[in-house]
């Protein structure tokens, strides 16, 4: 099939890139000429396991090419992917000039039948909003083309975004065309050979379940946050009551890890945009601006945590003289996404409070010197930033911050203290080894009582 994707960021190259790998002619498109030249010549803008040789692969085989030709890439095309950004207007409403920007280009340049599928995280309406923008350029034109609008959100996952495309959990298809939706049905084909589950509902439908299924992960995320800090006032271990909540079937384990709140590109916006959608239609969605208001305040508990435990609480600045070193930067591991990153909310509180922080990511550090410029200091080796600091504090949960060389750390430290945002360590063997260990909720070890 032909396929043009709108859109050379994050979602739209790995859409290219993955029905390119499955047999398909695929044109990637983006008005940013830059980025358009560095793919052309092999250069990835993002972190992405395996995205790079996947691109290259198919690009060398012909599959896959990059543009800023809009009519070009309009009219050599059946299926035509709108993936750009719906960023947060100030009001938490999801902004959609890309999104209709697009619409009308596409309007302007299409030449025969065309399907268009919204793959961008849309709130509810926007497919009448496109067909309408799209119908509007046709009127200019005196034509009349026929064409199809899909809702057809991604639930692509940071680190993980190749896998879960090749192999999706399931593909929902919005769409009140029977011909349409078997179009769709054939293009997803390729990736549904061990789990048939493409879902075919009404736009509107198709619309709500991006929005809802992230603002249920976000739901559960606070919620176990909220855990977490009970426990700690309690003395109970929370991850005991993690094994023991996750294992009724009906709950299960997923997403249910207390740390230091919920970043990235989706969840904050999508819960914004959530409660900006039931605002429009007087709607009070009361648990949404619960999750939202406990993810703000959670950012702020690891440095809470060590202002409590090594600050001068009669000072006006308690961490001055301090040096924190802090071990992730990116939202989540296997990404180098700092969009709306605990980080930020973490190592701003230190910095206020007059600490030296040092900061090491396995690939984020190019996109924090972005946020702090040279406000704190940076390592490309996670033991480089520990001689003489006072405490190390774990953001991100990179696999290479599970096992490290303890001994090591304790030697580097100026005292061996670990305030852990991840829970990665077992209380018991930190005491043992000689640290002081604070993790989140996991009082009932009687660790971590001195800094609830």
Excluded at 308 to 319: F, I, S, T, W
Aim: negative net charge.
């Amino acid at each position: 099939m032909k396929i043009c994707i709108f859109g050379a960021g994050y979602v739209g190259l790995v859409a290219a890139a993955c029905f390119a790998e499955s047999g398909n002619t695929v044109i990637a498109v983006d008005i940013d000429e830059t980025r358009i030249e560095k793919l052309r010549q092999g250069n990835i803008p993002i972190y992405e396991p395996g995205l790079k040789e996947m691109v290259l692969r198919n690009q060398n085989e012909g599959r896959l090419s990059f543009t800023t030709d809009f009519t070009e890439a309009v009219q050599a095309s059946l299926v035509n992917f709108i993936a750009v950004g719906t960023p947060p207007g100030e009001d938490g409403s999801a902004d959609l000039k890309y999104v209709l920007g697009v619409a009308r280009e596409i309007g302007r340049a299409m030449n025969g039948y065309k399907i268009i599928v919204d793959k961008s995280t849309v709130p509810v309406g926007t497919a009448d909003k496109v067909r309408a923008a799209i119908k509007e350029e046709l009127d200019l034109r005196t034509l009349e083309l026929e064409f199809d609008v899909v809702s057809n959100p991604e639930f692509l996952k940071e680190g993980a975004a190749i896998d879960d495309f090749m192999k999706p959990d399931r593909v929902v298809i919005g769409t009140d065309n029977v011909r349409t939706a078997e179009l769709m049905k054939e293009l997803y084909e390729p990736f549904m050979r061990k789990n048939n589950r493409m879902i075919v509902m009404d736009i509107r439908s198709a619309e709500m379940t991006k929005y809802a299924a992230n603002a249920m992960l976000a739901t559960r995320i606070s919620f176990m946050n909220q855990i977490a800090g009970l426990c700690e006032c309690m003395g109970a271990d929370v991850a005991a009551v993690r094994e023991g909540i996750g294992s009724d079937s009906r709950i299960g384990y997923d997403f249910l890890f207390p740390g230091p709140g919920y970043g990235g590109s989706c969840f904050p916006k999508d819960v914004k945009a959530l409660i900006r959608t039931g605002q429009e239609c007087d709607y009070d969605f009361v648990l949404l601006k619960a999750v939202e208001d406990v993810n703000e305040r959670q950012k702020e508990v690891l440095a809470d945590k060590l202002i409590r435990v090594l600050g001068d609480q009669d000072a006006e600045k308690p961490l001055s003289g301090r040096t924190i070193a802090c071990w992730g930067l990116s939202f989540k591991p296997r990404t180098d996404d700092m969009r709306e990153a605990p980080a930020i909310t973490i190592i701003e509180h230190l910095l206020t409070a007059g600490a030296t922080v040092r900061a090491h990511d396995p690939e984020a550090i190019s996109e924090a010197k972005k946020v702090f410029g040279d406000r704190i200091q940076y390592a490309h080796n996670q033991y480089d930033i520990l001689s003489g600091a006072d405490a190390l504090t774990i953001i991100t949960d990179w696999n290479e911050y599970r096992n490290p060389d303890f001994d090591r750390i304790k030697a580097a430290l100026k005292t061996p203290l670990i305030v852990d945002g991840r829970n990665l360590y077992k209380p018991t063997r930190m005491a043992y080894a000689g640290f002081r260990y604070i993790p989140l909720g996991r009082c009932g070890s009687g660790i971590c009582g001195e800094a609830k």
